[in-house]
């Protein structure tokens, strides 16, 4: 009983952070108001999408250089990789953030342009290879379809991939962004094949602190095998919906130091 107790009072303590942190008023101060800058489909999960490759490190500097990443593509992510010029891509080449450079920026449009050309768009690549309860295995395979273009080999590290027990932070918060509903004005619930449930925790540095103190991980590394722990203990709380947890971790981590 004193178990069953203790999960519910879990749920009711962080279904209340997941109320005081999933508002519109952290925007302001998080990468994903990049993305609220658009209005067109392809536009928003484009610049989302390139907005999280760089999101490591101190979050002013990655609001900053994915904004710079989006005047480089003259405000229409993707108008410019489909209709680019090779000349226009040398206006590229100056791009960094940390260890992401212009020539990464370079192969990630070319990359993208082979996504919209070949695979049907970026949605249509995850929605291929996602499993009931996992959408793991498919960003494994969109890794691999973004690179079939020809790349250069250091390239390669700036998508993460689960099935090399990698936690995929970035990508796992990419995906949350599209496919969670916008009832609150955060996410953008823009990819109606994927459901919520599919979904897994952007696991870094703070809510895998927050989430060991709270008894939801064991794991002491944040690789793909403390995602499966976090992910089936926030599946416990809320089957549908484990990743609006995201919201509780990240604010305690984040904003209390909890």
């Not at 260890?99 to 995850?126: K, P, R, W």
Request: net charge neutral.
């Amino acid at each position: 009983m004193t178990e069953k107790l203790k999960t519910s009072e879990l749920k009711e303590f962080l279904d209340e952070k997941v109320s005081q942190y999933n508002t519109s008023d952290f925007l302001d101060t998080d990468p994903i108001k990049i993305p609220h800058s658009f209005s067109e489909k392809k536009d928003i999960e484009i610049s989302a999408f390139l907005t999280a490759t760089i999101a490591w490190g101190n979050r002013k500097s990655i609001i900053n250089n994915a904004q710079r990443m989006m005047q480089m593509l003259d405000q229409e992510p993707y108008n410019f990789i489909m209709n680019h010029e090779k000349s226009d891509l040398k206006a590229l080449e100056p791009f960094v953030h940390r260890t992401f450079n212009g020539m990464d920026f370079i192969t990630f449009i070319s990359g993208l342009q082979h996504i919209y050309q070949n695979h049907n768009g970026l949605e249509a690549v995850f929605a291929k290879n996602s499993e009931t309860n996992s959408l793991q295995p498919a960003i494994h395979h969109f890794k691999k379809a973004f690179f079939e273009i020809e790349h250069l080999q250091r390239t390669q590290k700036h998508i993460s991939d689960p099935l090399k027990n990698s936690a995929a932070k970035r990508i796992n918060m990419f995906l949350r962004w599209m496919v969670r509903p916008e009832n609150t004005g955060v996410d953008f619930g823009i990819w109606k094949s994927l459901h919520t449930k599919q979904l897994s925790c952007p696991l870094d540095v703070h809510s895998g602190n927050v989430a060991r103190k709270l008894g939801l991980l064991t794991r002491k590394q944040n690789d793909a095998k403390a995602l499966l722990e976090l992910d089936t203990n926030l599946r416990k709380l809320d089957a549908n919906d484990p990743v609006k947890y995201d919201f509780a971790l990240f604010g305690l981590g984040v904003f209390e130091n909890f």
